[in-house]
């Protein structure tokens, strides 16, 4: 009877607490859906197929480019460490010249150079891109979104808030998924499909919690690669953070010298992120060692933040063949690592504070044979190095 007595009091108490609660209740943050764009280029391409007017064309491009979603766009490409990647008039002549071959020659830019073959394919055949909308329309995306969010959530160190954001799905033919500030972007044209040629998803599912996840830690670790101002040193150790945890917790990313997080499930990657992922897999040594060496350029303070930029932009962002680029394969290989060795709460604690990344990697090996066997050490300075800074991510 008294241990009656004493659950009971404790169900009365857990009902009177919050803190009875394992997984506190987090604010659900408003989200602006927008997928009116795919429609507007459709009606774009079928005016540039009827319409004679050079001029009234141009003026009906004009007016789908400087909409709200290709604004955003935009910003995406033109980030402060890269700004001419995407100039608006490459984009305008790229889709000027479905009809008029002539006007994208001099403007041809990597970007666009990449969408033309893929706005080209949508413009030659109008009736795949009006079952594509249609496929669309029939998803439910307000429940993907809510179970992005919990995904999302899961993966997050308690305490942040998933901002609100505006989601908006547009034409794009590069990026596939991305965020910028409070705006998430999502490809209209590489929506990923079913054998059928309907919509997948589960993937689609799953590329939303990806880029959730980062307007959630963007929320700890400030966006423009993490820009914590005065030490550069701190935005080399959180360059890998972001994309590491997405790619290998959310991407199921292979391995690697450590293994899936998830087994039973296959890894979300094309057949060409693969190849390229396993062809970083034979190079992990030398990913490492590059590193290694820019985190103590940048500690011994001989690695100025530009410096910084134009390695990334050279180096990390570039990607093999049609993979990822390789910082996300060193950050999943990082965060696999730790994770495996030590849990998913040590991970956690790195994305609430970078100086943790090399110490909590290092503790992993050190816990786990296997892992000390197969994966590129830390060198031991450098470790202490990296944990002798501080991570004030509110200065
Ligand atoms: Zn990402």
């Keep these: ?10 169900i009365l108490l857990c009902f009177s607490l ?3 609660s394992t997984t506190p209740a987090r604010k659900t943050p408003r989200i602006e859906l927008d997928a009116k764009s795919p429609k507007q280029i459709l009606d774009l391409f079928k005016f540039i197929k009827k319409s004679d007017s050079k001029i009234a064309i141009e003026k009906k491009i004009d007016e789908c480019i400087t909409s709200r979603p290709f604004q955003v766009m935009f910003s995406h490409y033109n980030r402060s460490w890269n700004p001419n990647k995407l100039p608006k008039d490459s984009m305008k002549h790229m889709i000027l010249s479905l009809k008029y071959e002539e006007a994208y020659k001099g403007h041809e830019h990597r970007v666009t150079n990449f969408m033309k073959p893929v706005w080209e394919k949508y413009y030659t055949n109008i009736s795949l891109f009006e079952k594509e909308i249609d496929y669309l329309s029939k998803i439910d995306m307000n429940t993907l979104i809510s179970n992005a969010l919990n995904k999302a959530n899961e993966l997050l160190p308690r305490g942040v808030l998933i901002p609100d954001f505006y989601f908006f799905i547009h034409p794009n033919g590069r990026s596939n998924g991305f965020v910028i500030k409070n705006s998430h972007g999502l490809d209209f044209f590489q929506l990923p499909k079913s054998k059928d040629g309907t919509i997948d998803k589960d993937y689609l599912e799953m590329i939303l919690t990806h880029e959730i996840h980062h307007l959630g830690l963007a929320t700890l670790m400030p966006p423009e690669l993490y820009d914590t101002k005065e030490n550069t040193a701190l935005n080399v150790l959180s360059m890998p953070i972001g994309e590491g945890v997405a790619n290998k917790f959310i991407n199921n990313a292979p391995g690697g010298c450590t293994s899936k997080v ?4 296959k890894s979300y990657y094309s057949n060409e992120v693969l190849v390229g992922w396993s062809d970083y897999n034979k190079s992990e040594n030398k990913i490492f060692n590059k590193f290694i060496d820019l985190f103590n350029r940048a500690f011994a303070g001989s690695l ?20 990822r680029p390789r910082f996300y394969f060193l950050g999943a290989e990082i965060m696999g690592v730790i994770y495996q060795g030590l849990g998913k709460n040590a991970c956690l604690d790195v994305m609430k504070d970078p100086t943790q990344l090399f110490v909590k990697y290092t503790q992993a090996l050190e816990s786990n044979p296997t892992l000390k066997q197969r994966c590129p050490s830390i060198p031991r300075q450098t470790v202490i190095n990296s944990s002798s800074l501080i991570f004030n991510p509110k200065k």
């Excluded at 008294?2 to 404790?10: C, G, Q, S």
């Excluded at 530009?306 to 390695?311: A, L, N, P, V």
């Design 1 to 10: 009877m008294k241990t009656y007595l004493h659950l009971i009091i404790l």
């Design 18 to 20: 919050a803190s009875c």
């Design 262 to 265: 998830d087994s039973t499930r």
């Design 304 to 323: 100025t933040k530009k410096q910084f930029y134009t390695e990334f932009k050279n180096y990390w962002i570039k990607s093999r063949n049609k993979s």
